[in-house]
């Protein structure tokens, strides 16, 4: 088995190159997320939370898991800037991400083939929904604790073990199917005071993580109907072939077969713990994913992608053990094109694409609001956004305490002029709405505002303070542009892209008490104008 390097010049380069292979790997995978690096779903709630209540917020569960690792990768993103938080926040993720990868490679474990598996994680045929996404770290922090469970018993190592349990134990309920097999090694090896203390923590950490999952976490246990459909083809066949084929048929055979890979790897090691341990943790992988969500609507494409992410590593390690141990060159052969396929069958979905939300922009003008709303991505769509709700006072506090935002860029770098009203700040609101295609909901117009149907012509509106328009935007012809007359340079000039009707409140500080709002139409044909309307 791979061992842990010795402290050589040669042995440190080894990580080192693992180190820069894992991150490349890593980012290739969401190369996205890197280039216009995005906020995504519960990450603002961890935000919020400790903009709201500071470190206090460290033990509060988010989604019913206490999730402690992605807690702390997000205080040291915000700690040294909120402006450049989702930039910070992917990269210490990824440098926690690759770390993980080089403690599977080098973690003196009963794996053979160590780097293999390590390579393996980062090969999965999912959609890579939780590579470099700060809440997702929770997933690789149970990386750890599979580790724990496959440790080899003749290396105590407890400085190592111990802070892999609390990483592992306080970011992922996985610790509770963990725990028995850490149990089971304590009294195999009763001997060791070192599994005895393992054990001990980690059933501290099960506790807590039980505790808040009894109290928060959704959990619902499927129908045998549905089990009996679509457990096998999901998440058995769907590995070796389900991105590039999705025939029921195709599916059913290739999970057969992966079942009988798994059952012939266990009856070949019947008499090694780790085989037992490795099939266990993959079938407790399963299990809990599906207790989450029914398998009918998991999808590892296209709907949960992150349920498949312990199921396939699993499997990766147990095809990968049984090429290590089976005496059979043809039968290693078939095992080793089945890891093969596996990875093949990453391609279709290496990667994954999102709009960019303007993170950097909104921050920077939601300081000169009484209240504003960040968009942060939800599934990467910017007609299905999430949002970070603060007072304008915070904003500016939590810039104010920003090491690299400075006061050079506050006064050069233009802001929205208006800010998203919600739906229920906008109701009362008199519309004037647009003529055309569809209008708003607010009340009947009291007069018509046509954009023009052909591109380059304009609409000009004259507000007060705190004046509000109601806006969507249908065009498919490209963004709507706006520019506040005589203050062009001091504003952003971009118009939201909504399908439903939204109002825009005029209420940054910066301007005038009375100005003017020219509005360009983004179309090129007939019938692709946006449709506006004033509202008092």
Request: hydrophobic residues 50%; aromatic residues 12%.
């Given at each position: 088995m791979d061992?842990?390097?010795?402290?050589?010049?040669?042995?440190?380069?080894?990580?080192?190159?693992?180190?820069?292979?894992?991150?490349?790997?890593?980012?290739?995978?969401?190369?996205?997320?890197?280039?216009?690096?995005?906020?995504?779903?519960?990450?603002?709630?961890?935000?919020s939370g400790f903009v709201s209540h500071g470190w206090h917020s460290f033990l509060e569960p988010v989604n019913g898991y206490l999730v402690c690792v992605p807690k702390v990768v997000s205080a040291v993103a915000m700690a040294v800037s909120v402006y450049y938080y989702?930039?910070?926040?992917?990269?210490?993720?990824?440098?926690?991400?690759?770390?993980?990868?080089?403690?599977?490679?080098?973690?003196?474990?009963?794996?053979?083939?160590?780097?293999?598996?390590?390579?393996?994680?980062?090969?999965?045929?999912?959609?890579?929904?939780?590579?470099?996404?700060?809440?997702?770290?929770?997933?690789?922090?149970?990386?750890?604790?599979?580790?724990?469970?496959?440790?080899?018993e003749k290396?105590?190592?407890?400085?190592?073990?111990?802070?892999?349990?609390?990483?592992?134990?306080?970011?992922?309920?996985?610790?509770?199917?963990?725990?028995?097999?850490?149990?089971?090694?304590?009294?195999?090896?009763?001997?060791?005071?070192?599994?005895?203390?393992?054990?001990?923590?980690?059933?501290?950490?099960?506790?807590?993580?039980?505790?808040?999952?009894?109290?928060?976490?959704?959990?619902a246990l499927p129908s045998l109907a549905s089990m009996a459909t679509y457990v096998i083809p999901k998440f058995c066949g769907w590995f070796l072939c389900g991105n590039l084929s999705s025939s029921p048929l195709l599916l059913w055979a290739c999970g057969a077969l992966v079942l009988v890979l798994v059952a012939g790897y266990c009856f070949l090691g019947r008499r090694d713990p780790t085989a037992w341990i490795l099939a266990y943790l993959w079938c407790g992988a399963i299990a809990s994913s599906i207790s989450r969500?029914?398998?009918?609507?998991?999808?590892?494409?296209?709907?949960?992608?992150?349920?498949?992410?312990?199921?396939?590593?699993?499997?990766?390690?147990?095809?990968?053990?049984?090429a290590f141990k089976v005496n059979s060159v043809g039968l290693r052969i078939a095992v080793a094109a089945c890891c093969v396929a596996g990875a093949l069958n990453a391609g279709p979905v290496w990667t994954r694409r999102h709009d960019d939300l303007s993170w950097a922009e909104h921050v920077r003008s939601a300081r000169l609001f009484a209240r504003y709303e960040v968009p942060i991505e939800s599934d990467g769509n910017r007609f299905r956004t999430w949002s970070i709700k603060e007072d304008g006072s915070t904003w500016s506090e939590l810039l104010r305490h920003d090491m690299l935002f400075t006061h050079l860029d506050k006064a050069a770098l233009p802001t929205?002029?208006?800010?998203?009203?919600?739906?229920?700040?906008?109701?009362?609101?008199?519309?004037?709405?647009?003529?055309?295609?569809?209008?708003?909901?607010?009340?009947?117009?009291?007069?018509?505002?046509?954009?023009?149907?052909?591109?380059?012509?304009?609409?000009?509106?004259?507000?007060?303070?705190?004046?509000?328009?109601?806006?969507r935007s249908v065009s498919a012809g490209g963004a709507p542009s706006m520019e506040v007359v005589g203050h062009e340079q001091?504003?952003?000039?971009?118009?939201?892209?909504?399908?439903?009707?939204?109002?825009?409140?005029?209420?940054?500080?910066?301007?005038?008490?009375?100005?003017?709002?020219?509005?360009?139409?983004?179309?090129?044909?007939?019938?692709?104008?946006?449709?506006?309307?004033?509202?008092?």
């Open positions: 061992s842990v390097p010795r402290k050589t010049p040669r042995g440190r380069f080894r990580y080192v190159l693992l180190f820069l292979l894992f991150l490349g790997l890593l980012a290739s995978r969401r190369s996205e997320q890197w280039i216009s690096p995005q906020v995504w779903g519960e990450d603002g709630q961890i935000f989702p930039l910070l926040g992917t990269a210490v993720a990824g440098l926690f991400i690759a770390s993980v990868g080089v403690a599977t490679a080098t973690a003196p474990t009963r794996l053979k083939g160590a780097t293999l598996c390590a390579v393996s994680i980062f090969l999965i045929p999912t959609n890579p929904e939780t590579f470099g996404v700060p809440l997702y770290t929770f997933w690789w922090a149970t990386l750890l604790l599979l580790l724990i469970a496959l440790w080899d290396q105590s190592l407890l400085a190592l073990r111990l802070p892999f349990v609390l990483a592992g134990g306080f970011s992922s309920p996985f610790i509770l199917v963990v725990l028995p097999v850490l149990y089971f090694r304590a009294l195999c090896y009763r001997k060791l005071a070192g599994e005895w203390i393992v054990a001990s923590l980690a059933t501290c950490a099960g506790v807590i993580q039980y505790h808040f999952m009894s109290t928060g976490a959704a959990a969500i029914d398998p009918s609507i998991l999808h590892p494409s296209l709907a949960g992608p992150r349920y498949f992410f312990l199921p396939n590593i699993l499997l990766f390690w147990i095809l990968i053990q049984f929205f002029a208006y800010r998203v009203v919600n739906e229920t700040e906008g109701k009362g609101a008199k519309g004037m709405a647009a003529e055309g295609k569809d209008s708003p909901s607010s009340g009947e117009p009291s007069q018509s505002l046509i954009m023009p149907e052909r591109d380059g012509k304009e609409l000009l509106l004259s507000f007060r303070a705190d004046g509000r328009v109601r806006y001091e504003f952003i000039q971009k118009l939201p892209i909504t399908k439903d009707w939204v109002t825009l409140e005029f209420s940054n500080l910066t301007l005038p008490t009375q100005f003017s709002v020219r509005i360009k139409d983004a179309g090129h044909g007939l019938g692709e104008w946006e449709p506006v309307g004033a509202a008092d």
